[in-house]
């Protein structure tokens, strides 16, 4: 069973930058997709970016293109989300989740596996 734990959440003025971190274990192939997520108060869960384990091949929603980097350390078996620019609108709950095929996924339902979650909130 794949255990994932998010860290690096925190408070940032806008237009600042923060890096999170997705530790993976009881990962037993490469063939994961991993993915970020992110939940606003009173807002859906909404697919951010997404990796694919064992190419790294990514994807990132539009609304976070060129401001949000996702990539994975083999070595570590950590995801990361490099997020830079930020603005208030990307306060939310951030989560780290995993499917245990080679596809990319955009619904929540369609992963096995969440972290807890990681706060990150942008003051205006």
């Known amino acids: 069973q794949v255990q994932l734990v998010e860290s690096g959440g925190g408070l940032v003025p806008a237009g600042g930058s923060l890096r999170l971190s997705c530790a993976v274990s009881?990962?037993?192939?490469?063939?994961?997709?991993m993915g970020w997520f992110r939940q606003a108060p009173g807002k859906e869960r909404e697919f951010v970016a997404g990796?694919?384990?064992?190419?790294?091949?990514?994807y990132a929603t539009h609304s976070v293109k060129g401001r949000f980097t996702i990539s994975r350390d083999n070595a570590k078996n950590t995801v990361y989300l490099q997020m830079n620019s930020l603005k208030p609108e990307d306060t939310a709950v951030y989560y780290c989740?995993?499917?245990?095929?080679?596809?990319?996924?955009?619904?929540?339902?369609?992963?096995?596996?969440w972290g807890q979650g990681t706060q990150v909130t942008v003051s205006s």
């Open positions: 989740a995993a499917r245990g095929n080679i596809y990319i996924a955009l619904a929540s339902k369609d992963y096995d596996c």
């Open positions: 009881g990962r037993t192939s490469e063939n994961y997709y």
């Open positions: 990796i694919l384990w064992s190419n790294g091949r990514t």
